[in-house]
Structures are given as C-alpha cells and as structure tokens.
C-alpha cells in the first residue's frame, strides 16, 4: 500500500496531465487522417489502385483519433501546464509521422511498401521538413505517394512555425525566449488577437506557396509537378517529384525562381504579416539582414571559383552555386548538380554551411542565424571585457539588452548540438558507416537538410541502403533537430516524470 501511493506521489501528475495531451494528439491523428483524403482522390481521379492504401489509413487513423477525442473531451480546460507542453510536442509529431507512414507501408511501391523502418524513415523525413529520402525512380511512382510526401512537408513547414512563435518561446528553449516579448509585441501592432496571427500566417503561407506553383507552372512544369514542388519549396522540404530534384529542370529561369522561393521560406512568416500591414521596418529585421548578407558573400565567392575555374559558364556557374547555397543553408535539400564533384573545397563548404539554417520564425531548420549573432555577440563582449576589466560592456540584440538566461540557453543549445551530432556521428560509424557518410548523415538529420555528403547520401544518392538501426537513428535526430533538441531530450531526464 506504502509503495502504491508512494508510486502515485512521484507520477501522479500524468493520470490527469495525460488526458488533455492524448486528446490533442488525437485532433493531430484526425487532422492528419482528413489530409490523406486528398492523396487517396488524387489516385481515384487518376486510375490509380494506390488509393486503397490511403483509404484503410484514412479509416484507422479517424478511428483512433477519434476515440482519444471522444474518451479524453473536456480535459484540456483552460490550457497546458509546462509539462504538458512539453510531453505534447514531441508525442504529436512523433504520432503524426507513425499514422503518416502507414499508406508508404501498405503502397505496393517503392522501398516502404511492407517495410516499418522505411516507411516510418520516410514519414519522420517528410513530417519534419528534413527531405532525406530512401525511394527512388521517383518517375514512376503513384500520383498520391507523391502527393502525400509534398503534403507532409508542406504541413511540417506550417507546423513549425506555429511551435517556433507559439510554444518554443514560452519554453523558453535555446535561446526562443528573446522572441516572447518581440513577437508579441510585433504581433499586436499588426493584429490585435492571436488567432488573427495565426490565420494571418496561414494566409501568407497558402498565398507563396500559390505563387510559387503558378511560377513553376509558367516557366514549364506539368502543373502536378508545380503544385507539389511549391509545397516542398516554402516548407523548405525539399521532396522533389523526380530522382534528378530539379536538376530535372533547367530552362526558363526555374531554378532562379526557385532560388528566391527558397530564400523566402527561410524568412520569419511574422515579417510578411507586419510587412502586408504597412510595417516597412520589417525589412530591417537583424536575422534576415545578416541571413542575406552572408548568403549573398558566400554565393559570389562560390559562383566565381566555379567561373574562373571553367567549371561552367557565367550564368550557370552563379546559377549553380546560388540555387544549392540556398537549398542546403534553408535546409531544403534540393539539388541541381552532384556538388560534391567540385572538389574538396565544395565538400568541406557545403559541410559547414549544413550546420547554419534560416531565421527563427521560419520554415528552415539547423542552428538559426539569430544564434549565431548571439554567440558573435557574447564573443566581442567577452573580448571587450578582457581589454577593458573595469568597463561596463553592454550586450545587446534588435536594439534590445541580452538577458543572461538567454545567453546561456544559446550557449546550452550548442553545447547539446554538437553533443548530439557527435554522439550520432560515433554510433552511425559503429554500424558500419564510413566517417563522411556518418558525419554528413549526423547533421542533415539534426540540421534537418536531406542530402548528405559522399556516394551513398550525397545529392546523387539517397538512404535506402542504410542498416536500419541506422535510419531509426537518423528519424530520431531528424524529430530532435526539428523540434529544438531540448523539447525532446528533456523527456528523458527522470525528475520530469516525478510529480
């Protein structure tokens, strides 16, 4: 009896903190349920048998979803307390990716048909925005398959987003606290409530992703093709419809335009909102003027290497080195060429620049500019410091005083980076694993990126090959990556789970 309520002391939270959790996840199954609706009409429309696949996920998916909803209504009151946040955000991603790989495993195409480490593999890439992929000759794979890889990322895409200004903040994870008072502040001069926020995203979001698909269309994709790469170009995913991504497509300016649609997906969302509102200093935010400035530098010295070395000719040789820049810094993952033939040099910059990302706000994944002008920040106090010991060194941000405890979740948030990415590096390499696949594999998991390095993952390759050990240790760096390390990992500390 003692060791009973001494159990349900410790524990005691999760009987009633569980229930608003599971009834949330089962909205996350619902929602994800009604979107393999379309997939399963794209094939129907299409004579393709693929459909039956989607259909039986439809009805498992709306089932379960259904019972967690109608068993666990009325639980979720006036919100979720920080541990429940914490314990939902990772529980619903990981529950959409599972429900999402059904329809790969039951598809008769491809390397997910019957296979869970593939399916799940390829669910978690698609779910998280990663774009890593172990299927191939893409060409003649089902309409719907396709459409639903376009459609994970696309929903990944707006999904984080959502957490990156809703709840990453309020955790205060990485450094997201400095963007609590900033967003809400922002937020307010542009729309008063928060649910206008919200559709206001929405609505910028849908409205590029529409654009990009009629540019695409226009300068000559099947409109199949467009609609599904403007999915996988805003979310910053990468999925492409072709083995070749758009390397399969090189006339009429696409790849530019793709260029500047990647460019627009590593962009805070927020900043559309108040730029559409008549906010002209959106345009001067600190994030995306670095983001470009470095992008632009990193491009031209690039693209000139490629032009005086007679690699290519002068608008191809800018074009390639834009267009994959861009793609591997948003952590989209597309490619136009097998850059790794470029030479060591490309392997080691492409290498490096796989750890950086986008702005925070953004669809992009990896480290996020805003930390690294943290760390620049904290740096050139240190130093200023060591000069002047007696001096009062000011750190600063936007125009706003550093806090310590944001300062040292950035510092936090690096040091466990580079912890995870070297302790998954080691055990990619004891499966077997060369060090360039292991090393490139690490971070384009964690960076959520897609392509790696070398001849097995590189751009012209792909992760069908890989033990699965391998690929579930890659899907669990992928939802660790996306999801800012701490969101996860923190389920792993006992004290959380004592009440």
């Known amino acids: 009896m003692t060791a009973g309520l001494s159990v349900t002391a410790r524990f005691g939270w999760l009987v009633g ?24 009409v794209v094939d ?40 429940q946040a914490f314990l939902l955000t990772p529980l619903s991603w990981f529950s959409a990716a599972a429900l999402s790989a059904v329809p790969l495993y039951l598809s008769p195409f491809g390397a997910t048909s019957g296979d869970v480490t593939n399916a799940f593999f390829e669910a978690m890439s698609g779910i998280t925005t990663t774009g890593s992929t172990v299927i191939s000759n893409l060409g003649e794979a089902p309409p719907g398959l396709l459409t639903w ?47 206008q926020i919200a559709a206001a995203i929405g609505s910028v979001y849908l409205g590029i992703t529409l654009l990009a698909a009629t540019t695409y269309w226009l300068q000559g994709m099947s409109l199949f093709d467009a609609f599904l790469h403007s999915l996988t170009t805003i979310s910053t995913g990468g999925y492409s419809t072709s083995d070749s991504s758009f390397g399969n497509w090189e006339a009429n300016g696409i790849q530019w335009s793709a260029t500047l649609f990647m460019l627009a997906g590593g962009i805070p969302f927020v900043l559309y909102v ?25 491009i031209l010295i690039a693209g000139t290497v490629l032009l005086v070395t007679g690699s290519y ?36 910059l492409f290498f490096g620049l796989t750890f950086i990302g986008g702005c925070t706000g953004s669809t992009a994944g990896g480290i996020k500019i805003f930390r690294f002008e943290v760390m620049y920040v904290m740096l050139k106090s240190h130093f200023r410091q060591l000069l ?21 979740s950035v510092v936090a948030f690096f040091a466990v980076f580079f912890a995870a990415y070297a302790a998954l590096t080691i055990m990619l390499m004891a499966l077997g694993l060369d060090f360039l696949t ?26 069908s090959s890989l033990p699965d050990m391998a690929k579930w240790l890659l899907s669990f760096g992928m939802l660790l990556g996306r999801l800012e390390l701490f969101t996860v990992l923190i389920l792993f500390y006992p004290r959380f789970w004592r009440s």
């Not at 001849?455 to 992760?463: K, L, R, V, W, Y």
């Open 17 to 40: 903190g569980a229930r608003p959790v599971l009834y949330l996840i089962g909205l996350v199954l619902l929602a994800t349920s009604g979107m393999m609706l379309i997939p399963m």
């Open 44 to 83: 129907l429309s299409l004579g393709s048998r693929d459909w039956q696949a989607f259909g039986w996920s439809v009805l498992g998916g709306t089932a379960l979803g259904s019972a967690l909803v109608y068993f666990y209504r009325g639980s979720l009151g006036e919100g979720l307390s920080l541990r």
């Open 149 to 195: 890889r376009a459609l994970l990322q696309w929903m990944g895409g707006i999904g984080i987003i959502a957490i990156a200004i809703a709840v990453l903040p309020a955790l205060g994870i990485g450094g997201m606290q400095l963007f609590r008072t900033e967003s809400s502040d922002r937020s307010e001069k542009v729309l008063p409530k928060v649910r």
């Open 274 to 298: 108040r730029l559409l509102a008549g906010d002209a200093r959106a345009l001067f935010d600190s994030q995306v003027r670095r983001f470009v400035l470095f992008l632009g530098v990193i």
């Open 313 to 348: 000719g002068p608008e191809a040789a800018y074009r390639y080195a834009a267009f994959n820049i861009v793609s591997v810094v948003t952590t989209t993952g597309y490619a136009t060429t097998d850059y790794s033939l470029w030479g060591n040099a490309a392997v080691a």
């Open 388 to 408: 002047y010991p007696n001096g009062v060194v000011a750190k600063t941000y936007g125009g706003k005083p550093l806090e310590d405890n944001v300062i040292g």
């Open 438 to 463: 292991s090393a490139s594999g690490a971070v384009t998991a964690l960076a959520n990126v897609g392509p790696g390095l070398g001849a097995t993952i590189g751009p012209a390759g792909n992760f």
